[in-house]
């Protein structure tokens, strides 16, 4: 097969992928007896045509750059981390433990309170994957999806057991105290003056976010650590050759890995349930896959892959809302998105290439 | 506990653990051809939708078996595409294939059934119906042995039966045919298999399309034997608990059987009991849930026999220059 | 009368991409033969051979088998038209028996039972005509290279091939193996099967085949009687020009002893013992050559020097002691101990393949303070540091921000090279140096060590081609079985005493 020029790799071959997997999609829309522009239509308008719309799709782009930001770190160093779903749970517990039970004086505080405590408690649940990975060569892939499960019991547990108020009948913490509410971003824009809907989840936890990609962007390509992790990724024995060490790469990768989707908690937990309940991640952890596929993990692709499934989940719901078309849709474009820009990708490519390669040889 | 409570529990262990097992040897076959697949869960769902729509509609349940069998048929043609053909990564492949049906199951359900996701209950044929083994009635009388014939074993469902008779034939087809050997083979070293003239590519598509079978009779059970209809997410990760009795059981069919009765014992008991008084200790239920993974884990750190996957599991197969 | 050719080719080509493996080539192989095939690394034989057996699709040319023309699309049709191939990396399933792995592929119905009965009677019967004696329920991986060789043989008889391609064959054998193997091959001619010898060691030829083929850059360029030629005329061919393996250099001015090795012992992960006790050292100005074939355990005594590998016993580097465990025992703690390490196998270890060409000047040294800059990395300072070294290095095309995988075997040596030796190092490791390296290149190679232990450095040269190790060594000392056999200097001895002693067999240490 010939090789792609970089660009189009990067490029043209994410977007292929996603332009094949809504046109499947939108065929299945029109397969249940549905006309697929107007779900188009309704998605589009209802997940960016309005500040209220926004307030919503950047809430889940918040979510989806932290997981997909974990994800990608994992996948520079060949390790691939589908724990995100349980490690963002942990860091959902670690957020609780530090609203509930200390006395912040101001957010601000207790945000940086909260993002240390949700990266220690996902970095903790990575460790023990991480750790049988480097040293016993259990297969990462199998232990985080076990740890998924494992973490979805103790929470259960936890909340149903511990942390549940007296009285209360769902499996959900107390309602934090007002001194940890985030400034949503609503708020914020409302008091520099721009006009943006209130009542919307999006809230300050996005810039964390954002702040996130650039750091990323700087671990990976611009530190040492950096520098010895994509190393490591590309060839293990050569690692060992340069003297890297395979155990420190695979522990620390997958713990800034675990931080990264628990920080996500700070997000859906502190800034807009204001609570832990069960099942708080949604499945953020799994589209984080997708996002780093089609962002090809790197922070400014997954910052807009991030958006995009942001937009998708916040049309879908739209979608839900007000036609019979359930919003599990969006499930199917994102697995599809999955396949043709993780596993069909060589066929996509392919296709690109035909296209690109060859009126090329025509004209020599 | 008295002995007809734990008749009861290993009655309840039984049922449970049929679509365990079936879709662990589902698995037990594609991993053993080198295609490893995380996506028997979505192949499970999509089975178990197909077979209760079908079911329904047509009053027959053997019909919806074959839909649901042919369901997960078309999922496991993608991931052999995927990962066969065009030699992309399986594991994601998986991931792809389990969203895939859990969108689809709801999306097409919705349109077919306007059920919030669910299809109508079913009754009559359109269900499994238990039958009654041979001298169950008069057997029963026989002190121990009896009640064990009677309580468990007699009066579960076809498939029940169907799986358990699964589990000497998959071991018969991988040790004493010829198929098995190049299975095994394929699964160890494909260049090894190329070079002796046999075609990598279909043996493996042949064990993903095996594995396609097996999990729609998983699916197929679930809607129509163990449960009345499809729900929603009904597989609620039992294609992962599969996937972890096949690395308990170290990729081998009498092994497979004694992990998924293993974890459906665990299951029965802890829809039982909800926490489990054991004297000295009371268990939370939620830790019965959790033990097949953790038991999981320890086998695979190793530290109780280790659990060595197929040699060439998962990479997909390029002829080396 | 004229017999039919065994096997002619005629007109095969075959591309990868951009890269020709085999132009036009046509060959004829006449039946109860030995042809060899020689070349250089890279030259096309296997290749040619490949589509031979069906492996890969030629992309022109006909195969006629006895005189008929013959399509192979598939290595199924290679093995009914009666080839069999022995792949130089085995094609067996390691965790099956024997007779497993005989009948794979060639069982004769769909149970496994009668199939292995009429196996194993066939396989004693074939034990004794031809001295391939195998446990048929030995399983693979716990069976040597030799016997895992008489496998893929007996395969290849089992499926009743007259015709028998053999690649690089003697690579993992002991001399004594190959002789054997060479017993086995000329049992195989008197029965009137045709063998084909695919070999880059002259030697193999001159003693086995009958008639030679020489391959050059994809192409065929000769085709001679073996009795009516001699190894330079061949040499010659295979490379297109006089070969001069005689590096020019003064008389070694020797120093200190820079390395010291004590009772080193080396064991691998599945338990087996591979370096069993070496002591050795090495003085600045001074280059140790280790002869061997190949898995006698110098890779493994690299690897314990570079850091890559625990072992135990004593290793001192300028009189100081080296950890061979422990958190100190990497190789970024060996770098510091002024040891650079050129590895056998550049693509596997030395590089990364898809990094760019600045980036992996960097590699093994990237927390060199002039490399840093604060928290982050200076890859301004490296990407300068970069050019330099490929200038200097003659590295073609002079392009830091091309990716290693893009540029030739030779290039990519440099580039390993270029970062080790300027790193200034007391002691250089250098396994295989000018292994899959294009001739212009080995000269280069060489003079850059050479110049290296002018400077008064020490190096430890390892390497499976004598010629390499006697064209540059200033002492050489063979190892066989993990253990060595004796020192000689280039002066004193030669190709034949050094091959004996790497088939274990000492004269007696000097």
Redesign the interface.
């Known amino acids: 097969m010939e090789q792609l020029p970089k660009w189009a790799d990067l490029i043209v071959v994410p977007i292929v992928g996603l332009i094949l997997a809504f046109g499947l999609s939108m065929l299945m829309v029109l397969a249940t007896g549905h006309d697929p522009m107007e779900a188009l239509t309704l998605m589009i308008s209802g997940a960016l045509g309005s500040t209220y719309g926004w307030g919503y799709t950047l809430y889940y782009a918040t979510n989806f750059i932290f997981t997909g930001l974990a994800v990608a770190v994992a996948f520079h160093a060949s390790l691939f981390n589908i724990g995100g779903e349980g490690q963002a749970a942990l860091g959902g517990l670690g957020v609780a433990l530090v609203c509930l039970f200390i006395d912040w004086p101001h957010w601000s505080i207790a945000l940086i309170a909260a993002t240390l405590s949700a990266g220690l408690f996902g970095a903790l649940w990575a460790l023990i994957p991480a750790y049988l990975q480097a040293k016993r060569g259990s297969h990462i892939v199998i232990t985080t999806i076990m740890f998924n499960f494992i973490a979805a019991s103790l929470l259960n547990y936890v909340l149903v057991n511990q942390l549940r108020p007296k009285g209360a009948m769902d499996p959900a913490t107390a309602k934090f105290p007002e001194a940890t509410h985030l400034p949503s971003l609503g708020e914020i824009l409302n008091s520099v003056g721009i006009p943006f809907a209130k009542g919307t989840p999006a809230n300050v936890t996005l810039l964390v976010a954002l702040l996130a990609c650039v750091l990323v962007y700087f671990l990976i390509w611009r530190t040492r650590f950096g520098y010895q992790l994509r190393a490591f990724g590309k060839s293990q024995p050569a690692a060992v050759y340069a003297g890297i060490s395979p155990v420190k790469i695979t522990i620390v990768t997958m713990m800034i890995s675990g931080a990264l989707a628990g920080l996500m908690a700070i997000n859906n937990v502190m800034g807009e349930a204001e609570r832990l309940i069960l099942g708080s991640v949604e499945g953020a952890g799994f589209i984080g896959i997708a996002v780093a596929l089609m962002g090809r993990s790197h922070p400014l692709g997954i910052l807009f892959s991030a958006l995009l499934f942001g937009a998708l989940y916040q049309g879908g719901a739209e979608l839900g809302l007000w036609t019979s078309i359930p919003r599990e849709l969006v499930i199917v474009i994102q697995a599809l998105v999955i396949l043709f820009t993780g596993a069909l990708d060589n066929m996509v490519r392919l296709m690109v290439a035909k296209v690109l390669i060859r009126p090329k040889r025509a004209e020599a | 506990m008295d002995y007809l409570t734990i008749l009861q529990i290993l009655d309840s262990a039984l049922r449970l653990a049929t679509p365990l097992l079936f879709a662990c040897l589902a698995g037990l076959f594609s991993e053993r051809a080198g295609i490893f697949d995380i996506g028997l869960e979505g192949k499970m769902l999509i089975a178990a939708f197909f077979a209760a729509a079908t079911a329904y509609s047509t009053g027959s349940v053997w019909l919806g078996m074959l839909a649901g069998i042919a369901g997960s048929l078309v999922l496991s043609a993608i991931h052999g595409l995927a990962s066969i053909t065009f030699r992309g990564n399986q594991l994601i492949s998986g991931v792809a294939i389990n969203f895939l049906a859990s969108g689809l199951t709801v999306l097409i359900g919705l349109s077919w059934f306007k059920l919030g996701g669910q299809t109508p209950a079913l009754q009559g044929g359109a269900r499994f119906q238990s039958i009654n083994l041979p001298f169950a009635e008069s057997l029963s009388v026989v002190p121990v042995i009896g009640p064990l014939y009677s309580e468990v074993l007699s009066g579960h469902t076809f498939l029940v039966y169907v799986a358990l008779l699964c589990v000497p034939l998959t071991w018969y087809v991988l040790y004493r045919t010829r198929f098995g050997l190049r299975l095994r083979a394929v699964g160890e070293n494909p260049a090894a298999v190329d070079t002796a003239g046999i075609s990598v590519v279909a043996l493996r598509y042949a064990a993903v399309a095996i594995c396609g079978v097996l999990c729609g009779l998983a699916g197929a059970y679930l809607a129509t034997g163990l449960g009345a209809s499809f729900v929603k997410e009904m597989t609620a990760g039992r294609g992962y608990i599969a996937l972890a009795a096949l690395i308990f059981a170290k990729w081998r069919p009498w092994y497979a059987l004694y992990a998924t009765f293993l974890f459906g014992l665990l299951e029965a008991i802890s829809n039982r009991y909800p926490s489990l008084d054991l004297g000295f200790a009371t268990l939370p239920s939620q830790f019965m849930q959790a033990l097949p993974y953790i038991l999981t884990v320890v086998i695979l750190a190793g530290f109780v026999g280790k659990a060595t996957p197929p040699r060439a599991g998962g990479q997909p197969y390029v002829k080396e220059r | 009368m004229s017999t039919a050719p065994a096997i002619e080719l005629k007109g095969i080509s075959k591309s990868?991409?951009p890269v020709q493996a085999n132009k036009d080539i046509s060959i004829s192989v006449m039946p109860g033969t030995i042809h060899g095939i020689i070349g250089e690394n890279g030259a096309g034989k296997s290749?040619l051979m490949s589509i031979l057996?069906?492996?890969?699709k030629a992309d022109k040319g006909d195969v006629f088998i006895a005189g008929k023309k013959t399509a192979i699309p598939?290595?199924?049709?290679?093995?009914?038209a009666g080839i069999g191939?022995v792949?130089q990396?085995f094609?067996?399933?390691?965790?099956?028996t024997v007779l497993?792995?005989v009948?794979?592929?060639?069982?004769d119905?769909?149970?496994?039972?009668p199939?292995l009965r009429k196996a194993r009677k066939e396989l004693t019967a074939l034990a004794s005509e031809y001295e391939l004696n195998v446990d048929p329920d030995a399983l693979i991986e716990e069976i040597g290279v030799g016997m895992q060789q008489r496998v893929e043989i007996l395969?290849a008889l089992y499926r009743q091939a007259d015709i028998l391609i053999l690649d690089e064959p003697t690579g993992v054998l002991t001399p004594a193996e190959a002789d054997q193997l060479f017993r086995i091959l000329h049992r195989l001619k008197e029965e009137g099967k045709t063998i084909i010898l695919i070999t880059h060691k002259l030697r193999e030829i001159m003693e086995a085949t009958d008639t030679v083929s020489v391959m050059r850059r994809g192409e065929m360029t000769a085709t001679v009687k073996t009795s009516q030629t001699s190894p330079e005329h061949l040499a010659e061919l295979m490379v297109g020009r006089k070969v001069l393996l005689r590096v020019d250099k003064e008389p070694a001015k020797l120093g200190d002893k820079v390395l010291e090795i004590e009772n080193l012992r080396v064991v691998d992960a599945a338990g087996v013992e591979r370096v069993k006790g070496i002591s050795l050292d090495v003085r600045a100005g001074e280059i140790l050559g280790i002869a061997g074939v190949a898995g006698n355990g110098q890779s493994e005594l690299l690897e314990v020097l570079?850091?890559?590998e625990n072992g135990t016993g004593v290793i001192r580097v300028n009189g100081k002691e080296i950890d061979l465990t422990g958190a100190l025992s990497?190789?970024?703690?060996?770098?510091k101990r002024g040891i650079a390490?050129v590895?056998e196998?550049r693509q596997?270890?030395?590089?990364?393949?898809?990094?760019t060409a600045w980036?992996n000047t960097?590699?093994?040294y990237?927390?060199d303070g002039a490399y840093?800059s604060g928290?982050?990395?200076n890859?301004t300072a490296i990407r300068e540091d970069a050019q330099g070294k490929i200038e200097r290095f003659d590295v073609r095309p002079a392009d830091s921000e091309l990716e290693a995988k893009s540029f030739s075997g030779g290039n990519q040596q440099k580039i390993v090279l270029a970062r080790e030796i300027e790193r200034d190092p007391d002691l250089l490791l250098i396994g295989q140096p000018t292994r899959g390296v294009d001739i212009g290149a080995i000269e280069f190679i060489h003079q850059q060590i050479v110049a290296l232990r002018d400077k008064g450095k020490a190096i430890l040269l390892v390497s499976v081609e004598l010629e390499e190790i006697l064209a540059l060594s200033d002492r050489i000392a063979v190892i066989f079985d993990g253990q060595l056999m004796g020192e000689r200097l280039p002066a004193d001895t030669d190709e034949k005493e050094l091959g004996l002693m790497m088939a274990g067999m000492t004269g007696g240490d000097s």
């Open positions: 990868f991409g290749t057996y069906g492996f890969y598939d290595s199924q049709a290679a093995i009914a191939m792949f990396h094609k067996l399933v390691e965790n099956f497993e792995n009948i794979l592929g060639a069982e119905g769909a149970m496994l039972a199939s395969k570079g850091g890559i990497d190789a970024k703690s060996r770098r390490h590895p196998d596997r270890e030395g590089l990364i393949m898809d990094f980036e960097a590699f093994g990237d927390d840093q928290l982050l990395m890859n």
